[in-house]
Nanobody
């Protein structure tokens, strides 16, 4: 099972930007994994934000489309989430997830077997 460690969270004012990183270890062929970013706000269910397939295909939730960009650097075994035009409703703990191979419905948390510990993102108005 791949190990995932997120970083880059913090506090920012509305309209600002953050870039989250997710470093993967414990598996050689990281490029074969479907990767995703999820978030969970207090009292809310975990929701899919963005996903990136082994073939480069991307998926975004409607709430972040046009503002967030998911990308990966396979040489560094690292996944990124560039978040622009942040809104207070983006406040949540953000989690990185990985699943070997291609995932159908990639914004569904149950499809992923490996998870990071999460990083807090707080957006103030």
């Amino acid at each position: 099972q791949v190990q995932l460690v997120e970083s880059g969270g913090g506090s920012v004012q509305a309209g600002g930007s953050l870039r989250l990183s997710c470093a993967a270890s414990g598996y050689t062929y990281y490029s074969t994994f479907h990767m995703g970013w999820f978030r969970q706000a207090p009292g809310m269910e975990r929701e899919g934000v963005a996903a990136l397939s082994p073939y480069g295909g991307t998926s975004y939730s409607d709430s972040v489309k046009g503002r967030f960009t998911i990308s990966r650097d396979n040489a560094k075994n690292t996944l990124y989430l560039q978040m622009n035009s942040l809104k207070p409703e983006d406040t949540a703990i953000y989690y990185c997830a990985a699943q070997r191979g291609w995932v159908e419905y990639p914004l569904t948390s149950a499809k992923y077997g490996s998870w990071g510990q999460g990083t807090q993102v707080t957006v103030s108005s």
